[in-house]
């Protein structure tokens, strides 16, 4: 599985959009690009997943660029609900074994 | 609630004795997936079923760990002659099929080993 790349941690205010990059330079061509929300306690809950270019849902959207080296995941109009830790994983469709990493650690701030 | 459920939802042992876990996933699902994860640290994959069949191990399910899933619906996680490095959130998932990244996760079961 291709090994990403996430900053550890991010603060934000309130109401501002949120964007969280993830790195991913070995990701292979039939690889797809999936994120998890995980807030303590609970297990992670998948949030998108996307090949290329932009994927829009009712909670966010995730860009991917044409060389698909990286993506990244916005959240629009954070909430102190949103306070999270996001995990970025790479793997082809169905993969059974999954990386997750140590994820980055959103802190919104009212 | 993912509609994926994990019992117990705590267990405290004590070194040595032997514990286990149950999952029931979706019941359409025919993918489950055990994880264990640490403070800090995203989830580390343990093993995976296809209905009834274990197809992939992790070289950290040691020869004290044992999963199965009988008849291809719930399953069950054994820690045979626990060690305190074992204390962890156990976490099982399932999905519905083979092109799709999405993972449905129960609340997991945490476990304490004193």
């Known amino acids: 599985l291709a090994k990403t790349t996430q900053p550890i941690s991010m603060d934000s205010y309130e109401g501002q959009e949120v964007n969280i990059t993830c790195s991913h330079n070995?990701?292979?061509?039939?690889?797809?690009i999936t994120w998890y929300q995980q807030f303590p306690s609970q297990g992670p809950r998948f949030i998108i997943q996307?090949?290329?270019t932009k994927v829009t849902n009712e909670v966010a959207s995730l860009f991917i660029p044409a060389d698909r080296k990286s993506s990244t995941l916005s959240l629009p109009r954070v909430s102190l609900s949103d306070t999270a830790v996001y995990y970025c994983l790479v793997g082809s469709g169905g993969y059974q074994k999954v990386t997750f990493g140590t994820g980055t650690k959103l802190q919104v701030i009212p | 609630d993912t509609g994926v459920s994990q019992d117990p939802r705590h267990k405290i042992t004590k070194r040595g004795q032997n514990v286990t876990f149950r999952c029931d996933p979706i019941?359409?699902?025919?993918?489950l997936y055990w994880y264990r994860q640490t403070l800090g640290q995203g989830p580390e994959f343990l093993t995976y079923f296809q209905n009834e069949a274990q197809l992939e191990k992790s070289r950290l399910l040691s020869d004290r760990f044992s999963a199965e899933r009988p008849k291809g619906s719930f399953s069950t996680l054994e820690i045979q002659r626990t060690e305190q490095g074992d204390s962890a959130m156990y976490l099982c998932?399932?999905?519905?099929?083979?092109?799709?990244?999405?993972?449905?996760f129960g609340p997991g079961t945490r476990l304490t080993v004193l």
């Open positions: 996307g090949y290329k």
């Open positions: 998932a399932s999905s519905p099929r083979s092109d799709t990244n999405e993972q449905f």
């Open positions: 019941s359409e699902h025919n993918r």
């Open positions: 070995n990701i292979a061509t039939n690889d797809y």
